[in-house]
C-alpha cells in the first residue's frame, strides 16, 4: 500500500517559516521525481516545486522562488519543502505527489503516480 503523508503544516505569521516533510511507503522513493503542489479555497491545485529523482534538478514556481526550498533524503524515503520569508498569500493545503516520470517544471498534476492527503498552511497577515 503506497502512503505519502505530509506533515509540518500549522498557523504562522507574516515573515515566519514553517518546514513541510512528506514520508513515503510503499514506494521505491528514489524512483520517483516528487512535486509540492498547493490548492487555496476556490482555487484549482497549483504547482509549487519539484525535484529529480536524485536531488540534482529543482524547479520552482515564479511565486515561491527564493523563498522555498525543496530537498529530499532518498534514505529517509522524505521530500521535505523549507518555507521561509512566509506571506498570506502562501496560505493553501500542501500536498505532496509522485511522478515515475522525469519530473520538471510544472508537470501536470494527471501526471502524478500517487498524493499525499494534504497539509494545512495557513498565514496570517
Known amino acids: 500500500q503506497v502512503q505519502l503523508i505530509e506533515s509540518g503544516g500549522g498557523l504562522v505569521q507574516a515573515g515566519d517559516s514553517l518546514r513541510l516533510s512528506c514520508a513515503a511507503s510503499?514506494?521505491?522513493?528514489?524512483?520517483?521525481?516528487m512535486s509540492w503542489f498547493r490548492q487555496a479555497p476556490g482555487r484549482e491545485r497549483e504547482f509549487v516545486a519539484s525535484i529529480n529523482w536524485s536531488g540534482a534538478l529543482t524547479y520552482y514556481a515564479d511565486s515561491v522562488k527564493g523563498r522555498f526550498t525543496i530537498s529530499r533524503d532518498n534514505a529517509k524515503n522524505t521530500l521535505y519543502l523549507q518555507m521561509n520569508s512566509l506571506k498570506p498569500e502562501d496560505t493553501a493545503v500542501y500536498y505532496c505527489a509522485a511522478d515515475r516520470g522525469p519530473g520538471g517544471y510544472n508537470p501536470p498534476t494527471h501526471r502524478m503516480d500517487y498524493w499525499g492527503q494534504g497539509t494545512q498552511v495557513t498565514v496570517s497577515s
Open positions: 510503499g514506494i521505491t522513493f528514489g524512483s520517483y521525481a
